[in-house]
């Protein structure tokens, strides 16, 4: 297979649909190999708020590549949820994959990123500021975003790069909203265009072409947070158009 990424191999958590289905297609396209999971679809079944699934997800990698270039922990889980209608339940759900879901992901497959190798979460524009309907989400993806400047000292030694992409409004069938209705959507999408200083949202392309730059091209980069949100999470003092 030919392509500027011949011969690698990467590892997308939540892969199935979206931002994570985008990468592996781009990185695909490029001649790489991805193996990527769902917890219904996908090479390998995993549901990240079960510890035994990455467990099974480590042996099918070994087995599959042995070592990989890049794994990448995309998956994430929001509701959106006012202050007074979060329960015990969603709180947990949320910090299970977001959080808790993302450390143990990075703990169980790190040793097979061969030494040299990188691994990119996809945190949040919430990981940062405030929204009222984001609270426990943004918290879950700000607890992820430290981790990834800790395992960044953590592998450094082995040279493996750490690094985050915050996507701000990305068009994607979920918009990461698990169940989100045709209204709410709409409205996401409404909001996005208007609320973002480039005056669009994203696509998952966008995205994929910035989690594959973090992992193959930003060779002096890690421990760090890259915006793909349209200038969302700047203060920026965008003159009304004319
Ligand atoms: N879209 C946005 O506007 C936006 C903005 C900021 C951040 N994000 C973040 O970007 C990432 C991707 O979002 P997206 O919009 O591309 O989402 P998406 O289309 O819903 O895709 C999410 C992927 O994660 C998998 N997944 C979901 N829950 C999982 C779980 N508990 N365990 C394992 N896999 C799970 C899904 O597969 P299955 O359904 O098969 O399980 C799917 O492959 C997420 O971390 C999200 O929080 C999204």
Do not use: C, W
């Not at 701000?168 to 208007?194: K, L, M, N, Q, W």
């Amino acid at each position: 297979m030919s392509g500027r990424y011949a011969g690698r191999t990467a590892v997308i958590l939540g892969g199935t649909h979206g931002m994570g289905e985008a990468t592996a297609a781009l990185l695909r396209a490029e001649g790489a190999s991805a193996l990527v999971t769902g917890r219904r679809a996908g090479d390998v079944h995993v549901d990240l708020t079960r510890l035994a699934d990455l467990d099974a997800l480590a042996e099918a990698v070994r087995e599959r590549f042995g070592q990989i270039d890049l794994l990448h922990v995309n998956a994430g889980y929001a509701q959106l949820e006012p202050p007074e209608a979060v329960t015990e339940s969603s709180y947990d759900r949320t910090f299970d994959v977001n959080t808790k879901g993302a450390f143990f992901a990075v703990q169980k497959l790190a040793p097979l990123v061969r030494d040299g190798g990188a691994i990119v979460f996809t945190s949040s524009v919430a990981d940062q500021g405030g929204s009222p309907e984001m609270i426990v989400y943004g918290a879950a993806k700000a607890a992820a975003r430290s981790m990834v400047a800790g395992f960044a000292a953590a592998l450094a030694p082995r040279g493996i790069r750490v690094n985050a992409v915050s996507p701000g409004f990305i068009d994607t069938p979920s918009y990461g909203i698990e169940g989100i209705s045709d209204e709410d959507r709409a409205a996401f999408h409404a909001v996005g265009d208007a609320v973002t200083p480039m005056r669009r949202h994203g696509t998952a392309e966008e995205v994929a072409r910035a989690v594959v730059f973090l992992a193959f091209e930003a060779t002096f980069t890690t421990g760090a947070r890259l915006a793909v949100d349209g200038g969302l999470g700047e203060a920026l003092d965008v003159p009304a158009a004319a």
